[in-house]
C-alpha cells in the first residue's frame, strides 16, 4: 500500500474512534445531553424511543388547580426529551432534571396565577391560587381581588381608622363560626359587585358566622351587588345581626340579605340607603331602623319571623317595597318615627301596617291586603296610639281592614276600604284583584279603583315603574292599571 493510502486509512480509523467515544458518552449520559440541547436530532436513536412514548403533563397535585398560602411556587411535569418546554411563552426558569422531567419556580404575582405549559405540540394549563388573605386587623389599604376561589376568614376583619377594605366582584368569604366583619372609626368598607359577578359573604362551615359591623364610619361604605347568608350575630354581641351599621353611612344596593339567625339589617343612629334588594328568611326583623334617617326604595322582603320593616323612631321615606309573609307587620312605625310610604304592597302579614307610641305615617297608593288587619293605629306601651293618612289607597281582603285605639288618629281620602270609610273620595266596592290567590294586586280594566284617586301628591309612577296616569285619572293602591294592545304578525304564504 502506498503512503497515501496508509494515510488515508488512518484517518478513517481515527473518525470512526471518534464516532464510538461519542456514541458511547450520548448513551452513558442521557441527562446531561438533554440538559444542554433540548432540540436534539430525532434520529439518535434511544431520544427517538423516547419521544414516540411521552408526552407533555404537569404532575403538580395531579394537573388540578390548587391553593398554597406559600408565595413561592414550583411546578413539575414530564415532558419530552428533544423538545422545549414554555411556560407562560418564555423558557426562563425552567430545568430539566432529568431527560423527560420538567420544573419551573416562580414567585407568585396575583390571587389567582394563570400558567400555560406547552412544548410546541401539546399545551396543559394550572391556576394557582395565593391563599394570602385569612382576615385580622388592617392598618393600610386592602383589596380583595376578583377570584374563583373563596377567601376563608379564620379570624375577624378588623378595618382600622387608618384602612379601607376594598372588595372587588366575584369575591366570595367564606367565614367560620362566630368570625365577623368590622369596620371602625374612620375605616371604610367599599364592596361593590357586579350583577353577573356578585360578592359573597358565607360560612365555612356548618355553624353561622358572626355579622358586618360598622361603627361611627361616616366615609361611603357600601355593599352592592351580594349575597350575605348564614349569619347570626357578632360572637361579642349578640343584638348585632347580619348587616349591622351604629352612628354609620351606608348603602345596600340589589343584593340578597338571607337565612340569617337574627335581623338582616340593623340600623342605628345612621344615614342609610336600602335600595332593590332581597331579603327573606331571616329569624327576627328584615330590616330595623332604630333613630337614624333611611331611605328605602324596591326592596322585597318576606319570610321574616319579626317585621318585614320596623322604624323604631326613625324618619324614613319608602317607595315601592314589596313586604309580605312576615310574621308580624309588613311595616312597623313606632317611638315617634315619622314615614312616608309610596306605592307600598304589603300582603300576607299580621298586620299590613301597624302606626304605634306616637309615630306619624303618611301613606300614598298602598295595597295591604290580605292580611290579619290591613292598618293598624294603637298603643303596643301605656302611652298614646299612632297617627296617619291614608291617601288613594287600597285596603282589601283583610279580616280587619283598619282599626284604631288609644286616641289614634287617621284620615282616609281617595281610598278604597272594605266595609267602608268616611273621608272625601273614599269608596267601598270590590278592587277586583287579577289574582289575589296568586298575590297578584294588579286592576283590571273594570276595577272601579281605575281613575279613582286624587292627582294631589301622587307619584309619577307605581310599583313597578309604570308611569302615571295611564287613564284619565290615577288609580288607587299600588299598581296603575296599563292596557297592552298585542299586534300579530302578518305572515303571508306563497303558494
Request: hydrophobic share 40%.
Amino acid at each position: 500500500m502506498s503512503a497515501k493510502g496508509t494515510s488515508l486509512l488512518l484517518v478513517v480509523i481515527l473518525l470512526l474512534a471518534v464516532v464510538a467515544v461519542v456514541a458511547a458518552i450520548v448513551h452513558a449520559a442521557p441527562a446531561s445531553i438533554s440538559s444542554l440541547n433540548r432540540t436534539a436530532p430525532s434520529h439518535i436513536p434511544h431520544l427517538a424511543h423516547q419521544t414516540l412514548a411521552l408526552t407533555l403533563t404537569i404532575t403538580t397535585n395531579g394537573g388540578r388547580n390548587f391553593a398554597t398560602t406559600e408565595p413561592q411556587v414550583i411546578l413539575e411535569g414530564t415532558c419530552s426529551p428533544i423538545r422545549p418546554v414554555y411556560v407562560n411563552g418564555s423558557t426562563l426558569d425552567v430545568s430539566y432534571p432529568t431527560t423527560i422531567t420538567w420544573r419551573y419556580s416562580t414567585t407568585l404575582w396575583t390571587r389567582d396565577n394563570h400558567f400555560v405549559v406547552t412544548d410546541g405540540v401539546d399545551s396543559r394549563a394550572i391556576t394557582v391560587y395565593w391563599d394570602y388573605f385569612h382576615g385580622g386587623l388592617l392598618t393600610d389599604d386592602l383589596t380583595l381581588l376578583t377570584s374563583a376561589c373563596p377567601y376563608t376568614i379564620t379570624a375577624d376583619i378588623q378595618v382600622s381608622a387608618t384602612a379601607a377594605l376594598t372588595i372587588q366582584p366575584g369575591v366570595t368569604l367564606r367565614l367560620e363560626a362566630g368570625r365577623s366583619l368590622w369596620v371602625g372609626p374612620g375605616g371604610r368598607l367599599a364592596a361593590a359587585g357586579a350583577p353577573t359577578q356578585p360578592i359573597t359573604f358565607t360560612r365555612a362551615g356548618p355553624d353561622p358566622w358572626g355579622a358586618i359591623v360598622l361603627e361611627d364610619s361616616q366615609a361611603d361604605n357600601h355593599i352592592l351587588h351580594a349575597t350575605v347568608e348564614y349569619a347570626h350575630a357578632a360572637a361579642h354581641d349578640p343584638d348585632l345581626h347580619g348587616i349591622t351599621a351604629l352612628d354609620s353611612r351606608l348603602r345596600v344596593e340589589q343584593s340578597t340579605i338571607r337565612y340569617l339567625g337574627g335581623r338582616g339589617l340593623t340600623l342605628v343612629d345612621s344615614q342609610t340607603r336600602v335600595a332593590g334588594n332581597l331579603i327573606h328568611g331571616v329569624a327576627e326583623d328584615g330590616l330595623y331602623v332604630l333613630r337614624g334617617a333611611l331611605t328605602a326604595s324596591d326592596n322585597h322582603i318576606h319570610g321574616s319571623g319579626g317585621d318585614c320593616v320596623d322604624l323604631d323612631g326613625a324618619i324614613a321615606a319608602a317607595q315601592r317595597n314589596r313586604l309580605h309573609h312576615c310574621a308580624q307587620s309588613g311595616l312597623r312605625a313606632r317611638n315617634s318615627a315619622s314615614t312616608t310610604l309610596t306605592n307600598t304592597l304589603v300582603y300576607t302579614c299580621a298586620q299590613g301596617v301597624a302606626v304605634e307610641d306616637g309615630a306619624h305615617a303618611r301613606i300614598l297608593h298602598a295595597t295591604l291586603a290580605d292580611n290579619q288587619t290591613g292598618l293598624l293605629l294603637h298603643s303596643s306601651q301605656a302611652g298614646s296610639g299612632g297617627s296617619a293618612e291614608l291617601i288613594n289607597s287600597i285596603l282589601w281582603g283583610n279580616e280587619t281592614a283598619l282599626t284604631t285605639t288609644a286616641g289614634s288618629v287617621v284620615t282616609v281620602t281617595y281610598s278604597d276600604v272594605a266595609g267602608g270609610w268616611p273621608g272625601e273620595g273614599n269608596g267601598d266596592a270590590d278592587p277586583l284583584f287579577r289574582s289575589p290567590t296568586g298575590h297578584d294586586y294588579r286592576l283590571p280594566a273594570d276595577s272601579p279603583c281605575v281613575d279613582a284617586g286624587t292627582p294631589v301628591g301622587a307619584p309619577a309612577d307605581d310599583i313597578a315603574g309604570v308611569p302615571r296616569p295611564q287613564g284619565v285619572g290615577y288609580d288607587q293602591g299600588a299598581h296603575e292599571y296599563r292596557e297592552f294592545a298585542a299586534y300579530l304578525p302578518l305572515v303571508l304564504h306563497v303558494v
